[in-house]
């Protein structure tokens, strides 16, 4: 089933008549993971941003029809919906995080609305010293610390899509790996489907269902991960694999 579906999604900047995202199609299924791959600067994070309506107040959307379930809805309609349904987490967890706050107190108002205790999810995230972050600021907590400070915001939330904006960015190989054994892990014992964006195709390599290629604000390939992969057939997908 498709969970969330734009067609034609053109965005712009306030003043600049050149669109950020262009003509976008971009469908992500329930339960598979979906990586949007591409450099710097082509588009992912405008797109991560718009499909979890924080569009910054500068852009606007001059096209687009959005779909959840098979049924349109609304930009507005998103915007309600963020957090609960769909929660996107940043690129850097650290600064996305009141840094004047501890995480006991940023985590408080998340975990009323939630079922879950928090001592239980954080077990579950690798922190069985969940007193000790708890009572941390996020500038005193590793970057995997705050990446599992909001992932364990996610589960409370149990959104039905989690949107990982270049999640590993900030740690380093074997941290890497070990973050997206424990996304895995996660979204099988809470099922949410995962739209993840990265410019490391390495790292999705075994993780990916479906990529999207991002190229200068457009979507210039997309199919199945193995697929792409073995043939691709615009040019910048062939570089992209000719890197790796």
């Not at 706050?101 to 108002?109: D, G, R």
Request: one cysteine or more.
């Amino acid at each position: 089933m498709c969970l969330l579906e734009v067609t034609d999604l053109t965005v712009t900047r306030e003043g600049n008549p050149s669109p950020l995202l262009k003509n976008v199609d971009i469908k992500i299924l329930t339960d598979r993971v979906t990586v949007l791959l591409g450099e710097s600067g082509s588009g992912k994070t405008i797109l991560c941003r718009t499909l979890a309506g924080l569009l910054p107040d500068q852009m606007m959307i001059l096209s687009g029809d959005f779909f959840f379930t098979g049924k349109p809805v609304s930009y507005r309609w998103i915007q309600k919906k963020r957090g609960r349904t769909i929660f996107y987490t940043p690129q850097n967890a650290t600064a996305s995080l009141n840094p004047v706050l501890k995480i006991k107190n940023q985590l408080n108002e998340v975990f009323h609305k939630g079922s879950m205790r928090l001592s239980d999810i954080f077990i579950k995230l690798g922190l069985p010293d969940y007193h000790r972050i708890l009572n941390s600021y996020p500038f005193e907590l590793s970057g995997g610390e705050n990446q599992r400070c909001l992932l364990a915001m996610a589960i409370a939330l149990a959104p039905r899509l989690l949107i990982l904006d270049e999640p590993v960015t900030s740690l380093d190989v074997f941290l890497q790996k070990e973050f997206m054994t424990l996304v895995k892990k996660i979204t099988v014992q809470h099922p949410m489907t995962i739209l993840m964006v990265t410019h490391n195709l390495e790292m999705v390599e075994n993780w990916a269902d479906i990529i999207y290629i991002m190229y200068k604000g457009k979507i210039v390939e997309s199919g199945d991960f193995p697929a792409v992969l073995l043939h691709p057939e615009h040019h910048y997908t062939r570089e992209l694999i000719g890197y790796f």
